[in-house]
């Protein structure tokens, strides 16, 4: 062990850093969950969150993990035996597809090389030849987190409406909202599904989803059984602000706050900021003589970068080393990765500082587990962050609000 002292550094790809403003919320007293302030602080979040998922349609808040969310986003609007169109892009894309299939789905998974996001022209493809129309839905991962890949979903719905197929379209983004520009509604998409752990700067336990009016109809013939995740009692009781049970009160408060400092921050300097530090990332990666997994520029992730182990060096060696010495996580290889790459947060809750101190402890941990690399990763990144102001175009104007 290094050093006792200090805060430690996690910077795995969620969860993320809880700010201060979000942990005394959520010390506030728990209140009566069937109460008229309980109703008006739900009826808040749901104004909040659809901002923040851009739709006016109707948001479900689940106490659940995101798992929890991707299960609602199928048993809600799906038929046992149903065909979905699902995308190889890395192993969450992998876990949501084998549910699928254990809930008796019938899954078409285009197979991918974990390097790349969903490709479009696949999309209109394999839609133009569905002349049956027997593909119900398409399920997308935005940002794949264990990869640091990010689907480009405007052009995969762009692909849907030349196809002229009715399919509706599933996006998990659990890794990108509030971290990634994303528009339900502009996108058309059907059912986005989010958490709390991510980009909201939340604990766990919260899960999401965004409801399209076209995903409500599916779900009013829906066959596949549900029950703690029927959005029917959830829409009705969340008129009156309420929940069908408990609902995970304390979290709820962190919710208004992660709203008010996104919209206070404006969502697009949020993703400006996420996307900035990707690009500082990514420089330092380049300087050390590393590749990131991403291989299309046009993909790359603003909340993760995940970077490739020169070859029989073990990536999960190199986490130990830095965790040990620096008391820093970084996210683990996961699936067909274990071992083979490293993955570095860098959203939620994030500045230039913790970007430096991040980038620091990761070079010094190369050199100290022996891996092959250069120096000077850390000084590209900050050259990029000094020259590059952090809003782009709006940095003045918010100079001028602080
Ligand atoms: C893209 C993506 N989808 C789904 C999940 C599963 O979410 P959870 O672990 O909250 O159930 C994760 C978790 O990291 C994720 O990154």
């Known amino acids: 062990m290094g050093s006792i002292s200090g805060r430690h550094f996690l910077q795995i790809p969620g969860p993320t850093n809880v700010p201060d403003r979000i942990l005394g919320a959520m010390s506030q007293p728990t209140i ?16 909040g969150l659809q901002q923040v998922f851009r739709t006016s349609g109707p948001v479900v808040i689940y106490p659940s993990s995101g798992t929890g969310a991707w299960e609602a986003a199928l048993v809600n609007t799906l038929s046992p035996g149903d065909k979905v169109l699902m995308f ?5 894309a992998t876990l949501w597809r084998n549910m699928a299939a254990r809930l008796g789905l019938d899954i078409d998974f285009v197979s ?25 839905a398409l399920a997308v991962v935005h940002n794949e987190t264990s990869t640091g890949v990010t689907t480009r979903v405007a052009e995969v ?42 980009g909201l700067m939340l604990p766990p336990g919260l899960g999401l989803n965004a409801i399209s009016a076209k995903a409500l109809s599916a779900s009013k013939s829906a ?7 029927d959005w029917e009692a959830m829409l009705k009781d969340s008129q009156a602000g309420f929940f ?41 990666v380049k300087a050390w003589g590393l590749e990131v997994v991403c291989l299309n520029p046009e ?34 290889g996961l699936g067909k990765l274990k071992g083979k790459i490293f993955r570095i947060g860098h959203l939620g809750d994030f500045n230039d500082l913790m970007l430096a101190g991040t980038l620091s402890g990761i070079e010094m941990g190369l050199g100290l587990a022996g891996v092959p690399f250069r120096k000077g990763g850390v000084a590209a990144a900050l050259d990029y962050l000094v020259t590059e102001e952090p809003y782009g175009d709006r940095s003045a104007e918010m100079r001028g609000v602080q």
């Open 299 to 332: 993909e790359y992730s603003s909340s993760l970068t995940a970077v490739m182990m020169p070859e029989g060096c073990d990536a999960d060696e190199l986490r130990k080393v830095i965790l040990e010495r620096f008391d820093m996580s970084l996210g683990t």
């Open 32 to 47: 009566d969950h069937r109460g008229p302030e309980f109703a008006r602080l739900a009826r808040g979040l749901m104004e």
């Open 223 to 229: 066959r596949l059984p549900k029950s703690y995740w």
């Open 157 to 198: 719905r762009k692909r849907m409406d030349a196809a002229g197929h009715p399919a509706l379209l599933m996006v998990d983004t659990i890794s990108s909202l509030a971290s990634i520009d994303y528009r339900h509604a502009e996108w058309g998409v059907d059912v986005t599904v989010g958490c709390s752990q991510k």
């Open 244 to 284: 069908p049970y408990t609902p995970a009160t304390n979290l709820l408060y962190g919710l208004r706050e992660a709203i008010a400092m996104l919209l206070e921050e404006g969502l697009e300097n949020v993703f400006a900021r996420h996307s900035r530090h990707a690009e500082a990332t990514r420089r330092a």
């Open 88 to 92: 190889e892009t890395g192993h969450f």
């Open 112 to 136: 991918g090389d974990w390097r790349h996001g969903v490709d479009p022209e696949i999309v209109q493809a394999k839609l133009y030849e569905d002349r049956s129309r027997a593909i119900k």
